[in-house]
């Protein structure tokens, strides 16, 4: 079947996507959206109480799905004047993208971090800093003039904050299980690492000097996400396979089998069906 998208959704810039960069992207999406059905068949297989990181990988797949579905189908970009070339020449700049990333990246970095012993708030900063990324990747790539390059040393420098706590201070704190998860998590978080490497590189000849065409961007970016995306999120989940789940201290709630003070919510239930009987209100 041939693809029309172009055609039903003209290009709104004079460097643009070609039929063959949404061909990509078709197919981009439809390997993402497998590999979202899969992790949501793999999700049933697991307990009640032992599924937040394959909900995790759920909703990071699922909003690649909805971005890569608009991308392909020309939507969700916005003409910017272009630096380096003729005066007046605009390009599209796919803003769908970046509210992708804005909800996948911290997801990514928050499900590597919950398997680690770093405190709450470590990981809320390090939440926050990949957010600043993701922001400063957009106000540049919007931005027509040089300062888009301040954007880019800002969105740079988060990063870089990302990395050592990934890298360096992830690696140092106790694991759970007498470490059982350290294997898992190095590989894990260097695999993720690389990965964010290599997007600012792409962002630098794409939306900052317009040196690649927006097709080759779609590529470039396109076979990124597909790495970063399904494939990382099923060789983590992948490494998570053996670990046991309650060695995380992670509990949801009536679904867990811990209860307060590390009492079993059975043994809670039975202590609770000798009490007596007190009549309580409404709240």
């Not at 317009?210 to 097709?215: D, E, G």
Request: hydrophobic share 50%.
């Amino acid at each position: 079947m041939a693809n029309h998208a172009l055609d039903l959704n003209p290009p709104n810039a004079h460097l643009h996507i070609s039929t063959h960069g949404s061909d990509w992207l078709w197919a981009a999406f439809a390997f993402i959206l497998f590999s979202c059905l899969a992790t949501v068949g793999l999700n049933f297989f697991r307990p009640r109480g032992t599924r937040l990181f394959h909900q995790i990988a759920i909703i990071v797949l699922a909003t690649s799905s909805l971005a890569y579905f608009s991308m392909a189908s020309d939507l969700g970009s916005t003409p910017i004047r272009t630096e380096f070339r003729a005066d007046g020449e605009t390009r599209q700049i796919w803003y769908v993208r970046y509210i992708q990333w804005f909800i996948t990246f911290p997801l990514l970095v928050l499900s590597v971090l919950l398997a680690t012993g770093l405190s709450l708030s470590d990981i809320l900063t390090t939440l926050f800093m990949s957010i600043v990324v993701v922001i400063c990747g957009l106000v540049g790539a919007l931005v027509a003039s040089t300062y888009k390059w301040g954007y880019y040393v800002f969105g740079c420098a988060a990063l870089f904050y990302v990395w050592y706590v990934l890298l360096v201070q992830g690696t140092r704190t106790t694991f759970a299980a007498d470490g059982a998860f350290r294997k898992g998590y190095l590989m894990s978080a260097g695999f993720l690492s690389f990965m964010l490497f290599t997007y600012p590189i792409c962002w630098a000849l794409a939306e900052g000097s317009n040196v690649i065409t927006p097709t080759s961007e779609m590529i470039w970016y396109g076979i990124l996400d597909c790495i970063t995306g399904p494939v990382f999120v099923l060789f983590f989940l992948w490494q998570l396979r053996s670990v046991d789940y309650s060695s995380f201290g992670l509990h949801s709630g009536k679904y867990t089998d811990k209860g307060v003070n590390g009492r079993s919510v059975k043994a809670a239930e039975a202590g609770a069906a000798t009490a007596p009987a007190v009549e309580t209100g409404a709240v």
